[in-house]
C-alpha cells in the first residue's frame, strides 16, 4: 500500500510565503515523477509543478517564479516554496507521484492540503 500525505497549507495574507510537503510511504520499489495540481472553489483541478526523478522541473505559467518546486529522494518527498501568494492561489493542494510497486507502475494522490490566502 502506498500512501500521499500532504502537509503545510494554511491561511496567509496576500504577499505571504507557504511551503507544501508531500511524503511517500509504504512498499514501493522506486518513485518516478511527482507532481503537484490544485483545485480552486468552482474550478477544475489544474496542474501546477511536477519534478522528474532526474530533477527536471516545469511549472504552470500562472506560478512561474512565483513558486519553487523541489524534492528529496532519500525522504520520498517532494516539496512546493510558495512565495508572493495571490488570492487566486487559494485551493486545496495536491500532491501526485508516479511508483512503482513491484512490477507496475502507478499513479498515485494525496487527500490534499488547503491554502487560503486571505486579508
Known amino acids: 500500500q502506498v500512501r500521499l500525505v500532504e502537509s503545510g497549507g494554511g491561511l496567509v495574507q496576500p504577499g505571504g510565503s507557504l511551503r507544501l510537503s508531500c511524503e511517500a510511504s509504504?512498499?514501493?520499489?522506486?518513485?518516478?515523477?511527482m507532481r503537484w495540481f490544485r483545485e480552486a472553489p468552482g474550478k477544475p483541478r489544474e496542474f501546477v509543478a511536477r519534478?522528474?526523478?532526474?530533477?527536471?522541473?516545469d511549472y504552470a505559467g500562472a506560478v512561474q517564479g512565483r513558486f519553487t518546486a523541489s524534492r528529496d529522494n532519500a525522504k520520498n518527498s517532494v516539496y512546493l516554496q510558495m512565495n508572493s501568494l495571490e488570492p487566486e492561489d487559494t485551493a486545496v493542494y495536491y500532491c501526485?507521484?508516479?511508483?512503482?510497486?513491484?512490477?507496475?507502475?502507478?499513479?498515485?494522490w494525496g487527500q490534499g492540503t488547503r491554502v487560503t490566502v486571505s486579508s
Open positions: 519534478v522528474t526523478d532526474g530533477g527536471r522541473i
Open positions: 509504504g512498499t514501493f520499489v522506486s518513485i518516478g515523477e
Open positions: 501526485a507521484a508516479d511508483v512503482r510497486t513491484i512490477g507496475l507502475w502507478q499513479a498515485y
